[in-house]
């Protein structure tokens, strides 16, 4: 039996649980440094079944982080570099004509892993984009009429650089909602800069990683994920911060049903990774602006920073909200 079913007393499921989800995080954060909020949110994203899209300068770890969660839950790890020919079929697959059989056989494409580091994504055109939603949304992909499941877990983490703009297509309202969380690495501290050029002077550390828990391991975790329990009153929160959002004079659209579902199950995730079985404010609290900031249209964007000017309203919104006791 696995030691993440249900057993009795439940205080010691829960512990035994607590327990596997910091040594997860210690274990990516052996090799990314100086960053556990991001390595947080990033065991939420996948414990939730969402995906991460990360905007940030190159340089800053973003392939480090995917290889690092691929290794440690012992799963298989796939980096697409996005490009403007890039076609949905280099992606998803193809059927390959068998003249000695006369039939066509369908050989899986790279999105076929648990982790898929999709680099750049605003690079390649908006149909190569809209090959990623039913992969991201499904966990399918289909070709030629079949239909091909993902392996699970399957996560998808996506990144672009926010201060690129010439040949790039930006990510449309759609493509946008199928991701969870949307992170910024940042620059790391002076002291953590330090140990990186310390830990990589002999070679890459995440090459010598090892897994603390199976694929199989973390399905059952993302099943454990929607029997957190949800107050009504928490439930009520979210959906003023959810209606706020739709009222605010500063948004043009505000956040969708789809968008204060992730909240919740995001909100769920992050309870089972604080070692909770239930929700408190402070998740929602937390969670509000990587989860729906993306989300979000305003009034008088820039390209350049619309996040972090949607991020400042999400906030400000949170603040403005009254607490369930």
């Known amino acids: 039996m696995s030691s993440f079913q249900i057993a009795e007393p439940p205080v010691l499921e829960r512990a035994a649980v607590s327990a596997s989800l910091d040594r997860l995080q210690e274990n990516i954060g052996s090799v990314v440094l100086g960053k556990p909020d991001v390595i947080r949110l990033a065991v939420v994203a996948l414990l939730a079944e969402g995906h991460i899209l990360i905007e940030d300068v190159p340089g800053v770890g973003k392939t480090l982080l995917a290889r690092a969660i691929a290794a440690s839950i012992d799963c298989s790890f796939h980096r697409l570099q996005f490009t403007p020919d890039l076609l949905p079929s280099d992606i998803l697959g193809a059927s390959v004509y068998q003249p000695s059989t ?182 929602i609290k937390t969670l509000a602006a990587p989860v729906l900031a993306h989300r979000v249209l305003g009034k008088s964007f820039l390209q350049a920073g619309q996040f972090a000017a949607a991020e400042a309203i999400i906030r400000d919104l949170v603040d403005r909200l009254r607490v369930p006791s």
Do not use: W
């Not at 790391?188 to 090459?207: K, Q, W, Y």
């Not at 694929?215 to 994920?225: G, K, N, T």
């Open 102 to 283: 006369g039939d066509f056989l369908f050989k899986p494409g790279p999105i076929f892993a648990n982790v898929i580091l999709a680099d750049e994504i605003n690079r390649t055109t908006p149909r190569t984009q809209s090959a990623l939603l039913e992969a991201m949304s499904e966990r399918q992909v289909s070709v030629e009429g079949q239909t091909h499941p993902l392996p699970a877990p399957f996560l998808v983490l996506a990144t672009q650089n926010p201060f690129e703009f010439e040949g790039t297509y930006v990510l449309p309202e759609s493509q946008l909602d199928r991701f969870l969380i949307r992170l910024k690495m940042g620059y790391p501290v002076r002291s953590e800069e330090r140990r990186i050029l310390n830990t990589h002077r002999a070679g890459e550390p995440v090459d010598s990683l090892r897994p603390v828990l199976s694929a199989a391991q973390v399905v059952e975790l993302q099943r454990l994920v929607r029997t957190v329990r949800v107050d009504d009153s928490i439930a009520d929160y979210l959906l003023d911060l959810v209606q706020a959002t739709r009222d605010s004079p500063d948004l043009h659209v505000g956040v969708s049903t789809r968008g204060g579902l992730a909240l919740y199950r995001a909100a769920q995730s992050l309870a089972l990774v604080s070692g909770r079985d239930y929700v408190v404010p402070d998740d």
